[in-house]
């Protein structure tokens, strides 16, 4: 959408000028078409042509190369073509109606790297607007060293946002690690560790290699120094990612085992059917989607937000169901409620299989859940795992404001803790027990919601929760809130601790094991509430 | 004793999740009779579990290659009748099934599983009873039963290839190898087997990384870290082969997205991934990653353009819950080894497995894919082409590279 604004302005602008004849058009055109290696190429002719290249040739240049990328360009039998809504454009001269045939030539895994540079270096000379030469000044920022010198000298000189030029400027340095001249040459390693990466270390560790290490102690210095310097930031990168991933993991455990948490905590009723509430959730969260797109197509992206209620409704509405015709039935009898609840979720499966497919359902990815930013060194934030932590913290302060402000809280605690003497009080016992149940299972449609942007959604993603939201629930203690966070925060952090080490296999089997140690020392869990049950 | 109880336990969980094998339990008296001038075909395809929305559709598949041959007159007089069943994603049970159909069914063929671990379950049933497996899966090779029909490519005539051109100048010249596999019997073999390769070619040990997940493991948050850890390190251009099942491909793909790399920084071979994986992904962010298959939907010719309309025209008029428009390679394979049966019953005059068997060599069948497959008397392997595709923006595979021939299959790996 955005290429096609700019390419709209391009054609203007390029249509005014004169073509320039710097660059001969179109033989890179053609041979842009002559296959795989006709295309690396037409991309270094390209790249060969620009820090001397004419305004017009870089735009067009940026065009073409764009034109590649985003298989527009067609090759037929004729002169090669730029395939547009408004009708198809010679590639060279970019002038209007050409016969539109051909198809467009497939990029390589080569030479997609080459044209996304090629193309990018052009909109930086020639981009219509800041933005978009700022965007294409990020993308040459890890490439920088494969381009000449001159074009950021260039592009520097003809910038005028005084901001973007700094950042061209410095860009600009960073390509001259290898320069003869050692001024530059330090400049460009204070420059690169300023982004303290681990590619940064790859390329200054490297120069320890270089004879200069040895001959200049200027030099030597700088280097050692860099060194350091990016090590210390990947250590903290690193232990920020170990926390993040953690805190994630942990965030997904917690949403799916909330519910479990109150529901087998009040009524001791072992739900296998709760990872089916959590596929129900995701579903409901589908059909708002697809609900939005039909009535308000504008605010498809909200989508995810708009579905909370709904999906909390729906799901305790399905499992006050399941609790009035069957759980209920069969309080007595807890090992059948175990096989009951199977049966329950073996059923649900089955009925979305047979109505809606087994297929990967397909989410809408609004900005906000897609990708992520690059905070320090190594530490990338993403979207959907921020999306569901955050959801997580919200979910964790609403339910304890629900079981500890409220009086239905009060009555669920109540019942938790004595469930006769609850009833003799007055407390409706049965009721508060449907109400909790049908709490609980929102909670779990809750995380199935929040689920939606980070797994794939089919009808059997339930399965993939039961086991590790159980091993959360009986380590954290059962019944309570404050166990059931911890033990989600501990075997998250644990887990992904482990992970790096022995593998994600023996990851799972190691905190397994340790969950089973500390059980056997502590069989009621990290949290118990006395009194629970006789 | 203990095998025995997790039959039973086994056998009533698939009685509770799937009322589809429910007509096996049928009394075989009443099958038989039934059974006059038809001759059976049993799928072993799970419509349920992990593996459902894969191998859901090559039950449908089966049965719309037989119903072309029974069109086209039936074989030897008799028209195929394809018997379909769900061991319900859950590896024995595709030998208790497989077992029942050979015995009391009656079927003259089987036609079925998707992973290694499947296959490895059911061979000692075929075996037992002298009957023929039909396997539409590329596999990690090292093996070659007379009773099993490896319909697909062993590593030799698929990944390796795929991998040679990773490492040519028309690829990406890779020279380390980051391989991230589903923790059983295929992806540890074909890893194997890559190390021995990468060892013939010279390259050092500390090139490569290997690190396995269980079954539908899906926080790949840790496992992408590393990946980018791994890539930023010194030694040249890092490949990702990719050897997740299932769920896991998705996970995985969305998370290596998110994380920012893309195709052009560290590309993926994903071994088992196909169109249906890409479901429900913005696949903008992973135009260039890579598979390699013995036919992608994008294979041209008019065999190709055939089956897909007959595929779109099957789902059309059966109903069935998969989508009209995306052809993976097992299917091809599926509806290929149901030609390649019915054509080696023609020849042999019979229904019997041996007599069959015997007919395989010299057979050879206009696949979709535009190539000529063929069947030689050496072993029951069958020469395919070698595809490799490339994402793109409409969640499909484009074709990057193909073979020129079909490549004679060698089923033992001599990389180990």
Redesign the interface.
Known sequence: MRWRGVLAGLIAVVAACSPAAALDRASVAARACGG??GMTDAANAMVASLPDASVEDARWVATFSNAAIE?TLRCGAGAPTIAAPEGARDAASLRPGAPADGSPP?????N??LF?TVRAAATLLAGPTAAERAGALTALERRAGSLPPELFERAAEAETDPALKERVLGVGQAALLNSPDMAKRLAAIQRIAATP???A??QI??LKGDPAYGEDPAFRAAVDAAVGSIERWLAVSNAL?VFY?GL??AS?LFMASAGLAIIFGLMGVINLAQGEFIMIGAYVAYAVQEAMRAAAPGLLDWYLIAAIPVVFLVTAGVGIAVEATIVRRLYTRPLMTLLATW?VS?LI??LV??AI???????V?PSYI???R?VTG?F?V????LFAIVFAAVTLALTWFVLKKTPLGLNIRAVTQNRAMAGCVGIATRRVDMMAFGFGSGLAGLAGLALCP????????G??FIVDSFMVVVLGGVGTLAGTVIAALGVGQIN?LI??LY???AA?VIVLLMIIAFLQWRPEGLYAVKGRRK | MSAFDRRTFLKTTAGAAAGAILPLAAPPLIRSARAAGTVKLGCLFSSSGTMANLEGRLNFVAGMAAEEINAAGGVNGSTIEVVTSDPASDWPLYAQVGRQMLAETKVAALFGCWTSVSRKSVLPVVEQNDGLLFYPLHFEGDENSKNVVYVNSPPASSVLPAVDYLMSPDGVEAKRFFMLGSDYVWPRKINKQLKGYWKTKGIDESAWKEEYVPFSFSNFQTLVNQIRAFADAPGGKLVVVLTVVGSSIPDFMREFANQGISSSDVPVLGLDMVEADLEGLDTQKLVGHLNCWAYLQQAKGEANQQFLKRWAGYVGKTKAPFRPDVAIDPMVSTYDAVHLWAMAAKKAGSFDAPEVRKAFGGLSFDCPSGYKIGMTAENNYVSRGVFIGSVNESQGFDVLWQSEDTPKPVPMSQYG
């Open positions: 795989a290696s298989r497939l990029l390589s895994l080569k997609r790297p996304e990466d681990r590619r270390l790859t560790a490297a990612n991933n994630s993991f997904i049966a073996l499966v089955n299989r047979v497919g087994t297929q990967n359902l397909q989410f990815t897609s990708g992520g690059l190594d990338i993403t979207w959907n795992r980070i797994y794939s959604v089919n009808p059997q993603m399965s993939n992904v992970e790096p593998g994600a296999v799972k």
